[in-house]
């Protein structure tokens, strides 16, 4: 178990709708990151916060949108949702911003039907 | 911009022989290279790192080296067995102030009994 708990593990919704993925971090990690995996592929960065600020953005759509709480955990939210949209949500967490490994959380499967 | 380069897509060896994937960055001043495996439907996990102040790392039938100067790092598996089946993928991080890492596409390594 790594600590990071993702809610829920599969969301299956369809086409047009919106949807909110949840992440809590490990106790202690002030970093929160979100990751696509599509099938088959790798893991595409979206976006990370740290201690409730947008720290760095990576190739994440403008119907995508996160955000991290004061207590720290973040959200994830989909809008306008496409077939493609379709993969494998992970968030992970790190301790900070420095040369430290990220922790997966188990991921949440998104299916758009 | 960033990018990390992985080689085999897809690898298979015998139980008991040895297994390498090869990585490149692009970014010269990242400064940190982990190594994650996931199995099938599991999140990423942590197997080893590499910090560039470090030209190798070992852990029991795991070893990663680094090459800075050509900017590229490689796992090396010794003695695989089935239970190594999996996706590897490599990882850099750069020097900027976020924690943020960058993948590589991912290795599918098959270890046949």
């Known amino acids: 178990d790594s600590g990071v708990t993702q809610t829920p593990k599969h969301l299956i919704t369809a086409t047009g709708q919106r949807v909110t993925l949840r992440c809590s971090p490990r106790?202690?990690?002030?970093?929160v990151y979100w990751y696509q995996q599509s099938l088959d592929q790798g893991l595409q960065f979206l976006i990370q916060?740290?201690?409730?600020?947008?720290?760095a953005k990576g190739n994440i759509l403008e119907r995508f949108s996160a955000q991290q709480f004061p207590d720290l955990h973040s959200e994830l939210n989909l809008s306008s949702l496409e077939l493609g949209d379709s993969a494998l949500y992970f968030c992970?967490?790190?301790?900070?911003?420095?040369?430290?490994?990220?922790?997966f959380g188990n991921g949440t499967r998104l299916t758009v039907t | 911009g960033e990018n990390v380069e992985q080689h085999p897509s897809t690898l298979s060896v015998q139980e008991g022989d040895s297994a390498v994937i090869k990585c490149t960055y692009s970014?010269?001043?990242?400064?940190?290279f982990p190594w994650y495996k996931q199995e099938l439907g599991k999140r990423p996990q942590l197997i080893i790192d590499?910090?560039?102040?470090?030209g190798e790392k070992k852990d029991q039938r795991i070893a990663v080296t680094l090459n800075k100067t050509a900017k590229h790092f490689s796992l090396h598996i010794t003695e695989t067995q089935p239970e190594d089946s999996a996706v590897y993928f490599c990882?850099?991080?750069?020097?900027?102030?976020?924690?943020?890492?960058?993948f590589g596409q991912g290795t599918t390594l098959q270890v046949k009994p």
């Open positions: 590499i910090r560039s102040n470090v």
């Open positions: 990882a850099s991080h750069g020097s900027s102030n976020t924690g943020k890492l960058i």
């Open positions: 916060y740290y201690n409730g600020e947008e720290r």
């Open positions: 992970a967490s790190s301790q900070g911003t420095g040369r430290t490994p990220l922790h």
């Open positions: 106790s202690g990690d002030l970093s």
């Open positions: 970014d010269s001043a990242s400064n940190y």
